[in-house]
T-cell receptor, first 118, second 116 residues
Framework: DTEVTQTPKHLVMGMTNKKSLKCEQH?????MYWYKQKAKKPPELMFV???????INESVPSRFSPECPNSSLLNLHLHALQPEDSALYLC?????????????????FGAGTRLSVL | GENVEQHPSTLSVQEGDSAVIKCTYS??????FPWYKQELGKGPQLIID?????GEKKDQRIAVTLNKTAKHFSLHITETQPEDSAVYFC???????????????FGKGTKLSVKP
């Protein structure tokens, strides 16, 4: 099973709302990722978690707040977003290297959450 | 850091023809090169990858070649079918050698259209 499940599939929110995106995998992967993808563009990395600890934050605005409550789950909490934040948000997972080392490169992606900010 | 260039941005072929997509990378220390296929409304799906210790890898109708000297790698799809229509992304590790914590830098993508 190489499935990464993301919910919801679609989300519409106002600029004052608070919402959360969820991601789940049961492949035993200990590295998980959030990407943002605008239309007709490649995915852009936002965050990397390794062994449930945040290891990479690609200078993402604080209105995006990631959380990794356990090895199978990854959340992205959204607050006070702007219309330009509208995009497809992708979650991915991979095997992790040894603690403190680099995760393995083969990443498996979920189908994404299509977010619209009004 | 790594920079990945991908060409062409769009490619249209007749069913049964071959399709080739090319990518170049900048960091000679990079050692892992995946190719992803993204269909409309779906997330990217890994279709093939290659590590720097081999020059070619094949999986049925799909092959990837790597030229380390020239720092480019290519995706080859033979006997194309309409279901091959999608956007294809190449990628390379952001930090070069070892993958730098798994970060991948993606090319800008190639929209492949296979006409029946």
């Amino acid at each position: 099973d190489t499935e990464v499940t993301q919910t919801p599939k679609h989300l519409v929110m106002g600029m004052t709302n608070k919402k959360s995106l969820k991601c789940e995998q049961h492949m035993g992967h200990r590295a998980m990722y959030w990407y943002k993808q605008k239309a007709k563009k490649p995915p852009e990395l936002m965050f990397v978690y390794s062994y449930e600890k945040l290891s990479i934050n690609e200078s993402v605005p604080s209105r995006f707040s990631p959380e990794c409550p356990n090895s199978s789950l990854l959340n992205l909490h959204l607050h006070a977003l702007q219309p330009e934040d509208s995009a497809l948000y992708l979650c991915a997972s991979s095997q992790a290297g040894s603690r403190g080392g680099a995760p393995k490169n083969i990443q498996y992606f979920g189908a994404g959450t299509r977010l619209s900010v009004l | 850091g790594e920079n990945v260039e991908q060409h062409p941005s769009t490619l249209s072929v007749q069913e049964g023809d071959s399709a080739v997509i090319k990518c170049t990378y900048s960091d000679s220390a990079s050692n892992y090169f995946p190719w992803y296929k993204q269909e409309l409304g779906k997330g990217p799906q890994l279709i093939i990858d290659i590590r720097s210790n081999v020059g070619e890898k094949k999986d049925q109708r799909i092959a990837v070649t790597l030229n380390k000297t020239a720092k480019h790698f290519s995706l080859h799809i033979t006997e194309t079918q309409p279901e091959d229509s999608a956007v294809y992304f190449c990628a390379a590790p952001k930090g070069g050698y070892g993958g730098s914590q798994g970060n991948l830098i993606f090319g800008k993508g190639t929209k492949l259209s296979v006409k029946p």
